[in-house]
DNA sequence: TAGATTGTTAATCGATTAACAATC
DNA sequence: TAGATTGTTAATCGATTAACAATC
């Protein structure tokens, strides 16, 4: 007996943040005019290799022709389709401190069609004013903004302390995805998306291999 | 033949992370007054798992008592020493941007041993002040700064495509390790540990989740 | 047609998980 | 001694790389 074979493929996060890269090159490409583009010229131009280019594709579909390669913008817009870029997105930003306010004005989100609608925050003198054109709400406006605003997305960069309460309150109010920048451990329910950003990591991954590798 | 069998060991950098998370909840349990830990308790206050709590540490030694567990203080000290956090690290940034600034004043480094020492901008109304307590210095003196004090550690937060550019400066000043917030794919002699932190490929990994999950 | 390059399957490599003897 | 928990080996799982038939 033959089981009914269902693609129930599971991608790999390390494909995602791949095809995440791909885009920025095919953004690149599209602007100097290049038309076509093959696996292996991508693959030189993000260092990877040309099979690992095609397989990440492949989880998505047949972008390419055989003998040809890809069509630049039109593999640019698969991939940005693939990502969910085809939209923007509203973002909020809780925590109104060095880190929060440097995340609302980073053109990197900007670009990639992310919108950071508002911050929230507990202190008094911020309540009420804006950064650029950002308003700066109370904390406990947030679940009513939310709502109405439809938000989906929230950027968390309070101190570590408060990091779990302040997602706690995200769930509450129905935001599907976080991204937190507080190094603790942070739980959610599993149909919440969770992105955990640990800056200092990062560092301490350098000087481990500094002390390791020389 | 028999081949002299050599350990030479590859450690996932999965590895490294997670042992950055345990030092932190090792930290807590420090704090706490806890004086032993399982594996089992471990991988509790960091959602992981017992076996992978003692594969990562067997990389490195043996740091636990059969039947017992593992002195919380002690664990805490071998892992901040294999992470090469017994001593502080200089670090320069450049970039005085928003980023810069706020990486500049993030506790999260502080925290760690990180110290930043100064600031390399361009602008000319910028060099020569201070932020807090940290000079604000012309690029152009960056090489002379980086070799009279013996600086090994840099932050690139400079607009994407001044990226490139800022890291060859860097590796001629013979810097050994790059955290670099620049969307862009930048290239190093090997010796030279780069690390690419992409704040906006945190958020279209989610985008993408929340496309493709629900 | 000949050359190029894809999409996909198979082989390899590496990391995680499970199991268990060692031992406190 | 009995119970607990480590350190380590073996089994499994998953991701990357290599190879090649399909096809432009």
Redesign the interface.
């Known amino acids: 007996m033959k089981a009914l074979k269902i693609k129930a493929l599971k991608?790999p996060?390390a494909t995602?943040?791949r095809l995440?890269?791909y885009s920025?090159?095919l953004d690149y490409l599209v602007k100097k005019g290049v038309a076509t583009v093959s696996s292996g010229e991508i693959a030189e131009?993000?260092?990877s290799s040309p099979a690992q280019v095609r397989k990440d594709l492949a989880y998505f579909g047949e972008f390419g022709t055989r003998g040809v390669g890809y069509n630049v913008q039109n593999l640019h817009k698969e991939i940005l389709n693939?990502?969910?870029?085809e939209q923007k997105?509203g973002?909020i930003i809780v925590g109104g401190g060095?880190?929060g306010?440097?995340?609302t004005?980073?053109?990197?989100?900007q670009?990639?069609g992310?919108v950071i609608k508002a911050i929230f925050d507990n202190d008094e003198d911020k309540i009420g004013t804006k950064l650029g054109d950002i308003p700066i709400y109370a904390v406990s406006e947030m679940e009513e903004y939310i709502s109405k605003e439809k938000i989906?997305?929230a950027i968390v960069a309070v101190?570590?302390r408060y990091a779990q309460e302040v997602v706690n309150k995200l769930v509450e109010a129905d935001i599907?995805?976080?991204?937190n920048f507080a190094?603790?451990?942070i739980?959610v329910p599993k149909?919440i998306?969770l992105?955990n950003?640990?800056?200092?990591?990062?560092?301490?991954?350098?000087?481990?291999?500094?002390?390791?590798?020389?």
């Open positions: 991608i996060e995602i943040i995440s890269v920025r090159y131009g993000v260092n693939i990502l969910g870029l997105w973002v060095n880190l306010t440097a995340l004005q980073y053109k990197g989100f670009e990639r992310f989906k997305m101190p570590s599907k995805a976080i991204m190094p603790r451990v739980t149909e998306e992105r950003v640990d800056l200092a990591v990062n560092l301490e991954v350098l000087t481990f291999n500094l002390k390791n590798k020389n």
